[in-house]
């Protein structure tokens, strides 16, 4: 029998009662039902399972714990959005690509096109909303090339052509402002693209960028790990990250050819990458905000517009990279007046392939580096650098300087670029 004491009617005066037992029970039931459920963690495989037919639909389902799976070696005409996705401190959600592959283009779609004259084509409308930006970072597919016509969205480009004035495999775009609203920052126009004479452009094979990225966030995302995964041709960024970001891994992804930026953290992102390549992009690496990020094991090559481009109040650092420049602008630290930019760099080669080019380190901006080997570069400081056990165009930093750890940023170069690293005009070629 239970008991419990209860007030009388007299002052000063406790009653005893016994207890029934229904109440403690009651009890033992509700304090089990307000304990917190552990719900097992699942696999969310992409395109097998009946509820997850799309990356769209396994990100939405997805709980603390949960990996979704890609196909490996699969190409997706697809992107991974992450809008306010959380998981939990030690239970990330995590997108494991296998390998796969966000493809950022689509087949172009003869019945959108007219032929003008022989081999010349227009059409007035893409599926996909325009503006000075989307144009300034597009590109048409010929074959499998991108097809850029001299422009990038950071950096010096091309004007663009008269649509007469096209060579086969060769596109322009002529505005039409009768069409924009005032109010709207979409513009309207015409694409035009050239074929050689004789063919349909049925018998020809030309993809469109239709997608911005291949991973984008926006809003407050938390407790995410994306890894194995490359995104390619998107008119925008590979990886493009947006909003408030916390406890953020990015594993062995590659970014390759897209429009603007391989990666680029914005606003007050915060996330860390362990292995990343990024070929053939507007920029490398682009980071601006008050956004914090680390790199590390990271390759880059065949830039456009910038190779590493760090901007605005942020707080970045890159360990074990191998920065192969053909860009235009090859590394570049600026501040704002609210406050400083800072950098380290830590066993670092960036090594300039063709004509040398300028390293900036601008007003408001703070560089480390330590270990690092810059060759071909002159290097421009009005902020603040320092620079130690390091080889600047082959002179050591202070006595005794010996530079990047050259046998493990080896294992970081792919096959083929091994050759080309070999044959640059730099002294030092990357084999100890």
Not at 60 to 87: Q, S
Not at 212 to 219: E, I, K, N
Not at 390 to 404: D, I, Q, R, V, Y
Request: proline share 6%.
């Amino acid at each position: 029998m239970h008991f419990f004491w209860s007030t009388g009617s007299l002052p000063g005066v406790r009653r005893f009662f016994p207890r029934p037992r229904w109440r403690a029970g009651w009890c033992v039931l509700l304090g089990l039902l307000a304990l917190p459920l552990s719900l097992p963690a699942r696999d969310l495989r992409v395109g097998i399972d009946p509820d997850t037919p799309t990356i769209a639909h396994a990100i939405k389902l997805a709980a603390p714990g949960d990996t979704i799976h890609l196909e490996a070696g699969k190409v997706y005409r697809d992107y991974a959005g992450f809008h306010g996705k959380k998981g939990a401190p030690g239970k990330p959600i995590t997108l494991d690509g296998h390998g796969a592959t966000l493809e950022g283009s689509d087949p172009l779609d003869p019945a959108r096109w007219r032929e003008v004259s022989p081999g010349l084509f227009a059409a007035e409308e893409l599926p996909l909303a325009l503006s000075n930006a989307v144009i300034g970072r597009w590109f048409f597919l010929f074959d499998g090339k991108m097809q850029l016509m001299g422009r990038t969205s950071k950096g010096k480009s091309a004007a663009l052509k008269a649509p007469g004035d096209l060579q086969p495999g060769e596109w322009t775009f002529v505005k039409d402002p009768s069409r924009d609203t005032p109010s709207s920052r979409r513009i309207h126009g015409t694409f035009y693209l050239r074929i050689a004479p004789g063919l349909s452009l049925a018998d020809t094979n030309i993809a469109v960028p239709v997608r911005s990225a291949g991973v984008q966030f926006s809003g407050d995302n938390a407790h995410l790990v994306i890894r194995n995964l490359t995104a390619t041709h998107p008119y925008n960024d590979g990886f493009n990250i947006h909003g408030d970001c916390r406890d953020i891994l990015f594993e062995n992804i590659r970014a390759i050819e897209c429009g603007d930026d391989g990666i680029s953290a914005h606003e007050s992102a915060q996330y860390r990458v362990d292995g990343f390549v990024s070929i053939g992009n507007s920029t490398g690496i682009c980071d601006t905000g008050t956004a914090r990020t680390s790199y590390r094991n990271v390759f880059i090559a065949d830039c456009v517009g910038y190779d590493l481009y760090f901007l605005d109040e942020g707080s970045y650092s890159i360990h074990n990279a191998v920065v192969l420049s053909s860009a235009q602008n090859p590394f570049t630290v600026t501040g704002r007046t609210a406050g400083d930019c800072r950098l380290k760099m830590e066993n670092v080669l960036l090594r300039r392939l063709v004509e040398t080019g300028t390293g900036l380190v601008a007003p408001r901006a703070v560089l480390e580096a330590d270990r690092c080997n810059v060759e071909g570069l002159e290097i421009q400081v009005s902020g603040e650098a320092t620079w130690k056990n390091t080889l600047l165009n082959g002179e050591p930093s202070e006595a005794g300087a010996t530079g990047a750890d050259l046998a493990l940023l080896q294992t970081l170069v792919p096959e083929e670029y091994r050759c080309a690293l070999l044959l640059s005009r730099a002294a030092t070629p990357i084999h100890p």
